[in-house]
C-alpha cells in the first residue's frame, strides 16, 4: 500500500504555543488529505478536508482560526494547532487519498503514523 | 443524520472465532470499510465490501448487506495479537464516516 508519513509521532508543548503536524504522502500524489481527531477510547473525528490549492473544508464545530491547515502539495498537508491548550491534547492522524485512484469507490485512506499532542 | 453502532467492547478466547457486527445508517453509501487499530497507533486497512456478501481475506472475513444496512467482520483463529480496535467506515463519496470501533480483548 501507498505510504503516508506524519511527522512528528509525538510532542509536548506549553499551554499557549503553536505546533505544526506535517503529513506527506511518499509514493504518491494526492490532492485531498484529511485530518482527525482521537481521544482515548473514542473513533475518529473529521476535523476538516485538505485539498491542495485551495482553502481547506472545517467540519461543524472545528475552529478554523486555531486548527490552521495549509495543502501547499501535492504531497505535503500540514495542521498547525495555534495557542494550544490542555483540551486540545489528543492524537491527530491525517489520511490521503492516492489521485490515481481519483473516481474509485473503494480507494483506502491511507494513514499516518498519527502525532500524540500533550498540551502542558 | 449520519448513524454507525458498533459494540464498544467484545471478549474472546484465543484460537477461538469472533463477528463483530456494524450497522449504519447514512445518507449516501459508496462502500464499508473495516480498519483494525492497536492503541496509540493509526487504523490499517483490513477490508472493503460495496456489493452484498461475504469476502474472504485469511483468517478475516466481512460481510455487506446493503438492503439492511448491516456489516460484520469475522475473525477466525484468533491470536493475541488480534486484541485491538476494529473501525467500520462508511464511504460517502470522498469522505469516511466512522464508527465508534469495537475494543476486542483476546483472552489466552
Known amino acids: 500500500g501507498a505510504v503516508v508519513s506524519q511527522h512528528p509521532s509525538w510532542v509536548i508543548c506549553k499551554s499557549g504555543t503553536s505546533v505544526k503536524i506535517e503529513c506527506r504522502s511518499l509514493?504518491?500524489?494526492?490532492?485531498?488529505m484529511f485530518w482527525y481527531r482521537q481521544f482515548p477510547k473514542q473513533s475518529l473525528m473529521l476535523m476538516a478536508t485538505?485539498?491542495?490549492?485551495?482553502?481547506?473544508?472545517?467540519e461543524q464545530g472545528v475552529e478554523k482560526d486555531k486548527f490552521l491547515i495549509n495543502h501547499a502539495s501535492l504531497t505535503l498537508s500540514t495542521l498547525t494547532v495555534t495557542s494550544a491548550h490542555p483540551e486540545d491534547s489528543s492524537f491527530y492522524i491525517c489520511?490521503?487519498?492516492?489521485?490515481?485512484?481519483?473516481?474509485?469507490?473503494?480507494?483506502?485512506?491511507?494513514f499516518g503514523q498519527g502525532t500524540r499532542l500533550t498540551v502542558v | 443524520g449520519q448513524n454507525i453502532d458498533q459494540p464498544t467492547e467484545m471478549t474472546a478466547t484465543e484460537g477461538a472465532i469472533v463477528q463483530i457486527n456494524c450497522t449504519y445508517q447514512?445518507?449516501?453509501?459508496?462502500?464499508l470499510f473495516w480498519y483494525q487499530q492497536h492503541a496509540g497507533e493509526a487504523p490499517t486497512f483490513l477490508s472493503y465490501?460495496?456489493l452484498d456478501g461475504l469476502e474472504e481475506k485469511g483468517r478475516f472475513s466481512s460481510f455487506l448487506s446493503r438492503s439492511k444496512g448491516y456489516s460484520y467482520l469475522l475473525l477466525k483463529e484468533l491470536q493475541m495479537k488480534d486484541s485491538a480496535s476494529y473501525l467500520c467506515?462508511?464511504?460517502?463519496?470522498?469522505?469516511?464516516?466512522w464508527g465508534a470501533g469495537t475494543k476486542l480483548i483476546i483472552k489466552p
Open positions: 509514493d504518491f500524489q494526492a490532492t485531498t
Open positions: 447514512t445518507s449516501g453509501f459508496n462502500g
Open positions: 467506515a462508511v464511504k460517502r463519496t470522498y469522505q469516511l464516516i
Open positions: 465490501n460495496v
Open positions: 485538505s485539498n491542495e490549492g485551495s482553502k481547506a473544508t472545517y
Open positions: 489520511s490521503a487519498r492516492d489521485l490515481g485512484d481519483r473516481g474509485a469507490l473503494n480507494t483506502e485512506a491511507f
